[in-house]
């Protein structure tokens, strides 16, 4: 599940590591910044800039971007449920655990590439790679 980088050996590493740990906090800075609604573009431009350079940032910027269009869907088909009176409730169920899902899984996530780890996110739509 988890692959580890070879870790220590340049400051170019150290440097992929920092810019994989943002790369993971990204989805929440721009879910804030956003209120939501455009937390895949900071790990899209991670992703675009750092595609063909560190596989470490590359992979990060791709599970955050993936997982991030994941909860977007899993939203609307909340918003979907919330139109019935009957499955309103579960609507809000289902948005607070996209809501601490999209705190508490980039968390774990950023502290994994500190440790130069490959993150797999869960339950994720593989869209980008």
């Not at 170019?12 to 906090?25: E, F, G, K, V, Y």
């Not at 790990?43 to 910027?61: G, H």
């Not at 993936?66 to 309103?88: D, G, H």
């Amino acid at each position: 599940m988890n692959e580890t980088y070879a870790p220590h050996q340049t400051s170019h590493q150290s440097t992929d590591r920092t810019w994989a740990i943002l790369c993971h906090l990204s989805l929440i800075i721009s879910a804030v910044l956003s209120l939501g609604m455009l937390a895949f573009v900071g790990p899209l431009i991670f992703w675009f800039i750092y595609k063909d350079k560190s596989d470490l940032v590359r992979n990060a910027a791709a599970g955050s971007f993936n997982f991030a269009v994941t909860l977007a869907l899993a939203s609307m088909v909340a918003s979907i449920l919330a139109f019935t009176v009957i499955l309103l409730p579960a609507a809000w169920i289902i948005w607070a655990v996209i809501y601490i899902v999209s705190i508490v899984i980039p968390i774990i996530a950023a502290m994994a590439a500190s440790r130069y780890q490959k993150y797999r996110y869960p339950l994720t739509l593989p869209l980008l790679r």
